[in-house]
């Protein structure tokens, strides 16, 4: 089953082909997405990843270094209405 996972505390310099890579080695990503700052376009220092075998990937990404910086990969959740 597709699930969509958050991904947390990605270096600025990280690109979506580069979260590609990265989970593609756990099932087949769907998609990867960076979000960036309307204004800036910069890097928000977070993204979403939607796959197939999402646990296999948190359970194996999750609180490990990536470009220097130690990631944090769980089930994304519905955003709220604010």
């Known amino acids: 089953m597709m699930k969509k996972l958050y991904v947390g505390n990605l270096p600025w310099k990280a690109t979506e082909e580069?979260?590609?890579?990265?989970?593609s080695e756990y099932g087949e990503v769907t998609?990867?997405?960076?979000?960036t700052d309307r204004e800036t376009g910069r890097s928000r220092g977070f993204?979403?990843?939607e796959m197939e075998n999402a646990e296999e990937a948190i359970n194996n990404l999750n609180e490990t270094d990536f470009m220097g910086r130690t990631l944090r990969v769980n089930e994304a959740r519905e955003r709220r209405n604010r």
Do not use: E, H
């Not at 580069?18 to 989970?23: A, I, M, P, Q």
């Open 47 to 49: 993204g979403f990843v």
């Open 31 to 35: 998609s990867a997405r960076i979000i």
């Open 18 to 23: 580069d979260l590609t890579n990265l989970f």
